[in-house]
Antibody, heavy 120, light 107 residues
Framework: QVQLQESGPGLVKPSQTLSLTCTVSGGSISSGNYYWSWIRQPAGKALEWIGR???????NYNPSLKSRVTISINTSKNQFSLKLTSVTAADTAVYYC????????????WGHGTMVTVSS | DIQMTQSPSSLSASVGDRVTITCRAS??????LNWYQQKPGKAPKLLVY???SLQSGVPSRFSGSGSGTDFTLTISSLQPEDFATYYCQQSYRTPYTFGQGTKVEIK
């Protein structure tokens, strides 16, 4: 079955760029039935949607992060990626990648999550 | 943004109890409402989508209802593995938004 796995540095310095990749296995990222999304969760807090991408490259971002976020897709590698610039301690969180059901907008498959700490 | 408000924020219940969690949207979202279960240190798991459709593999003791602005998640008979935090999420419009969570604890 389809599985997602996040990868990337666990520690990022303030003002630098956070970069994460999500690798999709067990299925093709090019399926037109899904979007691909990033979500984050600070310790002890609720979930926050970061953005989504379609196989066409079309993206939607959370306005609260839009000026700092870029999500891209690499269909040949079955991966999609997140870049978040100018990070601060407020960006410290567990970052999840997830598959989004195209019609209903539900996140039906999630990665295990990766903890990213912003600290000097 | 569409604000999602869950109640209660936490509850204590016993095995076998019927549990109901409420989620209210700040505007009508039709039936674009999804429910997730999250256990400590784990990723959320989709339970119910489109307000009342049970995700494959989810036990039938879970059910969802509602439309417009008011929604409920019901666990008909609470089991030991159901102690967790539950989140609602609207998918009517981006940015997708989540409720603040309801923690279900053992009484």
């Amino acid at each position: 079955q389809v599985q997602l796995q996040e990868s990337g540095p666990g520690l990022v310095k303030p003002s630098q760029t956070l970069s994460l990749t999500c690798t999709v296995s067990g299925g093709s990222i090019s399926s037109g039935n899904y979007y691909w999304s990033w979500i984050r969760q600070p310790a002890g807090k609720a979930l926050e949607w970061i953005g989504r991408i379609y196989i066409s490259g079309s993206t939607n971002y959370n306005p609260s992060l839009k000026s700092r976020v870029t999500i891209s897709i690499n269909t040949s590698k079955n991966q999609f990626s997140l870049k978040l610039t100018s990070v601060t301690a407020a960006d410290t969180a567990v970052y999840y990648c997830a598959r989004v059901m195209n019609y209903d907008g539900a996140f039906d498959i999630w990665g295990h999550g990766t903890m990213v700490t912003v600290s000097s | 943004d569409i604000q999602m408000t869950q109640s209660p924020s936490s509850l204590s219940a016993s095995v076998g109890d019927r549990v109901t969690i409420t989620c209210r949207a700040s505007q009508s979202i039709s039936r674009y409402l999804n429910w997730y279960q999250q256990k400590p240190g784990k990723a959320p798991k989709l339970l119910v989508y489109a307000a009342s459709s049970l995700q494959s593999g989810v036990p039938s003791r879970f059910s969802g209802s509602g439309s417009g602005t008011d929604f409920t998640l019901t666990i008909s008979s609470l089991q030991p593995e159901d102690f967790a935090t539950y989140y609602c999420q609207q998918s009517y419009r981006t940015p997708y938004t989540f409720g603040q969570g309801t923690k279900v604890e053992i009484k």
